[in-house]
Nanobody, 122 residues
Framework: QVQVVESGGGLVQAGGSLRLSCTAS????????MGWFRQIPGKKREGVALATRGGTNTICTASVKGRFTVSRDNTKNTIYLQMNNLEPEDTAMYYC???????????????WGQGTQVTVSS
């Protein structure tokens, strides 16, 4: 089994920055694709960014390109989401997930964290 734990959310003013962290642990955790997703109540969960152990990173959501950066530390099996120039539209619950398929769709992922709330005030 794989455990996924996120941290780093909070309340920030528009234009500010936050960094989210996510660690996957467990016997099968090494080598999994890890990704960030976000969800607003009543809306579908959307992929934000993915990172593989081999260094392939993808920003899934056009609206965050140029503002969000995903990175991965393989020694800790941890990924990070650096979010700069945050906008009120970025307000959502952010989830970390791990899986075996490199895909921006949430259905591709088997293991999920509890989520961390990001709120951007205008």
């Amino acid at each position: 089994q794989v455990q996924v734990v996120e941290s780093g959310g909070g309340l920030v003013q528009a234009g500010g920055s936050l960094r989210l962290s996510c660690t996957a642990s467990g016997l099968s955790a090494d080598g999994l694709v890890m990704g960030w997703f976000r969800q607003i109540p009543g809306k579908k969960r959307e992929g934000v960014a993915l990172a593989t152990r081999g260094g392939t990173n993808t920003i899934c959501t056009a609206s965050v390109k140029g503002r969000f950066t995903v990175s991965r530390d393989n020694t800790k099996n941890t990924i990070y989401l650096q979010m700069n120039n945050l906008e009120p539209e970025d307000t959502a619950m952010y989830y970390c997930a791990a899986g075996r398929i490199y895909n921006c769709g949430s259905s591709a992922y088997n293991f999920w964290g509890q989520g961390t709330q990001v709120t951007v005030s205008s």
